[in-house]
């Protein structure tokens, strides 16, 4: 049985909702029930389920009516009509305190803006979902510290939100609403706020959590490499409706109409993926501050035999190799200045994916990709390019290493 | 400069020679306008109030009731401290919120500022006054906080309260003396009940702010982890509105303290009525002195409670 089951969910912003709700009924469009009655359809009769333990994505542009949707599933906005059943109860149905029940023990989300309190640290913002449940105070640190070091959040408890980064506070967000052990988590839009490679490294946290952890997942987004990376079932929603529903590889062979085929025909990937879908992290080394010693060190911890130089600001310098530098190290040399080496094959963030496969193909060492700044943001190795180009995901999992 | 001056005179004198008629008739149109007596329609409301036993009984309990706590509870209490240890004790406050910004400006300025109010023999009249002030700041903050709340929750009453607090703000508070005399007689009661309806506004409509600038996500987030509306006031509205609602108290307070001298004008002891008569005898030195008497006493709350709320702020 499904964990999720949407039935003919509606939502009208207007003065006469019921009178909207008829016309919908008749099949009027939502340009014509805005142009008799002057009333918003932002969701339309949109009906689907999810399965437990999958990441189900909606998707869809700005104005879609996503955000609203997954706003109507846990009731902070009220629908005007429909049913959503949670293991067979009818939430639209319920009344305050069942809802609130089921809001504290079933579902929990994660905000775009995180939704942080600024004025409680780390820890009190992780525990506010078992605080108002009235958990004991033993019992709701215990929790607490379980899903912040879920998140690897372990160390800044005491920490209050503005003192952490975007992408610290985003998991300060995923490990309170992971704090009440939720079944269902809905996530609105949660990465869209993040640099791109933090975003990317997150996607890949959310996929390996959701390894150990097997919940309900409805993941809000308006970007479709997102949608594709992480979704187990996409659905594709367009004026508040459902156009499509299905898994990545149905909507990119099989698209249900013209909309949603000028959605994925961008996804021509070696069009579309640009040097910031397959770039890596690089490792790196400091020109002012490290010394032959540490370049060799870091070099042998992720196996590689060169390393990219950069400035504090993060501006490239150049590169060393591994040789060079081991030599340096026996000679006791303590400067690293005179081995770097300058020539290095650079690309620009958004140099297509097809560029780069003639460059790496023929460099010897990896791509950096540097943005208008100078500055290092990733690099290219050949085997990630070749991924991307045969189809299979973008940015995999080796990336931590 | 003249010329223009007698120039532009005998042109208004011959307008409006020359157009009366026009005035005139035009003056006729409302001829039938009788006049409306709405000054007496109050004062009979007043009179009915005062003389409706029931009510005159509530208004005579809430009079004891206002002079039992400004007159025991805080003046009472401030006299029985020696006005040295009231200095030092307000100093070592006013360094122990101001230590982490090593701003030590405010603690000497308590120091001296009280010292002097001391020397020119103002004290006790000081002590009246600020009596007058904090019950007028309690009650503000007793009534206001929650009418601004519920002001923040409610559209609603929002739209009935705000035209209320204009009507408070606006109207002379000269006007308000006289139904407070009617109903507490004269002393401090009617001075702190004048006080209070000038200066409670501005607690209200910051508190109603606060709560209303809370971000949406925060109020969702609460939302979603099934707060109840209480826990959702308590746990994160207030805690995020508190700034707002601390600058509104610091307004109340100087606005009650603008208040003092007219409230003296009702019988009101203190530094207002040292102020009054200065005027009324037209002693300049004395104006003065227990005019700066009062400012120091402003520029103190002032910065104490600033110093507070900073000081809250982590």
Redesign the interface.
């Given at each position: 049985m499904a964990k999720l089951k949407i039935e003919n969910l509606t939502k009208v912003f207007g003065k006469r909702p019921k009178q909207a709700l008829k016309m919908l009924e008749q099949k009027k469009t939502k340009e014509e029930i805005l142009n008799d009655t002057g009333m918003t359809i932002g969701v339309n009769q949109a009906s689907f389920e999810v399965e437990e333990g999958e990441i189900f994505v909606i998707m869809g542009l700005s104005g879609s009516g996503k955000s609203t949707l997954v706003r109507l599933l846990n009731r902070l906005i009220e629908p005007t009509g429909g049913n959503v059943w949670i293991d067979g109860e009818n939430l639209a149905q319920m009344n305050d305190k069942q809802l609130r029940e089921v809001r504290r023990k079933k579902m929990s989300m994660v905000f775009q803006k995180f939704g942080l309190f600024p004025f409680r640290t780390i820890l009190q913002n992780v525990e506010y979902g078992l605080e108002i449940q009235g958990k004991d105070k033993g019992n709701r640190k215990e929790q607490a510290l379980k899903s912040l070091a879920l998140v690897g959040l372990k160390g800044y408890e005491e920490q209050y939100p503005d003192q952490l980064s975007g992408g610290m506070q985003q998991r300060v967000g995923l490990a309170r609403a992971l704090a009440n052990d939720p079944d269902i988590l809905l996530m609105d839009e949660a990465f869209s706020a993040l640099d791109p490679l933090i975003r990317k490294d997150m996607q890949d946290e959310l996929l390996d959590l959701q390894e150990k952890m097997k919940k309900t997942i409805v993941f809000i987004t308006h970007d479709l490499d997102e949608a594709l990376r992480i979704g187990d079932r996409i659905m594709i929603m367009k004026d508040g409706a459902v156009v499509q529903v299905g898994t990545p590889e149905d909507i990119l062979t099989h698209p249900a109409d013209d909309y949603v085929e000028r959605f994925v025909e961008d996804v021509d990937r070696s069009k579309v993926f640009t040097a910031q879908n397959v770039m890596i992290r690089p490792e790196t080394i400091n020109l002012e501050k490290d010394g032959p010693r540490v370049a060799l060190q870091r070099m042998r911890d992720a196996s590689i035999s060169s390393i990219f130089v950069t400035r504090r600001n993060r501006e490239l310098v150049g590169i060393v190799h591994a040789d060079e530098v081991s030599k340096a190290v026996k000679e006791n040399e303590k400067n690293i200045r005179t081995l770097v080496k300058n020539e290095v094959p650079t690309v620009s963030l958004d140099t297509p994916i097809n560029d780069l496969f003639e460059l790496s193909s023929t460099a010897s060492i990896p791509i950096a990709v540097v943005d208008e700044n100078r500055r290092l943001n990733g690099i290219i190795i050949r085997s990630k390019v070749l991924a991307a180009l045969s189809g299979s995901e973008v940015n995999s999992h080796e990336l931590d290493s | 400069m003249n010329w223009i001056a007698d120039l532009w005179r005998s042109f208004i004198g011959w307008l409006a020679e020359s157009t009366e008629p026009v005035y005139n008739w035009f003056d006729g149109l409302l001829a039938f306008l009788p006049r409306i007596p709405f000054g007496d329609w109050i004062e009979s409301l007043v009179d009915w109030m005062k003389n409706t036993e029931f009510i005159a009984n509530r208004f005579n309990d809430l009079r004891d009731f206002i002079a039992f706590i400004s007159t025991d509870i805080f003046l009472s209490f401030f006299q029985l401290i020696p006005p040295i240890i009231f200095i030092l004790i307000l100093t070592a406050v006013s360094f122990w919120f101001t230590r982490k910004k090593r701003a030590y400006g405010l603690p000497v300025l308590v120091f001296f500022g009280l010292l002097l109010i001391e020397s020119v023999n103002y004290w006790n009249d000081m002590l009246l006054t600020l009596s007058l002030v904090l019950t007028a700041t309690l009650i503000s903050i007793v009534v206001g906080i929650p009418l601004g709340i519920w002001m923040g929750k409610s559209n609603r009453v929002q739209q009935i309260v705000t035209p209320i607090l204009d009507f408070m703000q606006t109207m002379p508070a000269f006007v308000y003396l006289l139904p407070a005399v009617a109903f507490f007689s004269i002393g401090m009661v009617p001075g702190v009940v004048a006080s209070v309806i000038f200066a409670m506004p501005p607690t209200v409509r910051l508190t109603n702010l606060g709560i209303r600038q809370v971000?949406t996500?925060?109020i969702?987030?609460?939302?979603?982890?099934?707060?109840?509306s209480l826990?959702k006031l308590f746990?994160?509205q207030l805690?995020?509105a508190?700034t707002t609602i601390m600058a509104g108290v610091n307004q109340t307070i100087m606005l009650a303290l603008s208040m003092v001298v007219i409230a003296a004008m009702i019988g009101t002891d203190g530094l207002g009525r040292q102020i009054y008569f200065a005027v009324s005898r037209n002693d300049l030195a004395m104006g003065f002195e227990a005019g700066i008497c009062l400012v120091i006493l402003a520029i103190i709350l002032d910065r104490l409670t600033q110093a507070f709320n900073l000081n809250k702020m982590?």
């Open positions: - | 971000p996500e925060m969702e987030a609460s939302d979603s982890f099934g707060s109840t826990q746990k994160v805690p995020m508190k982590k």
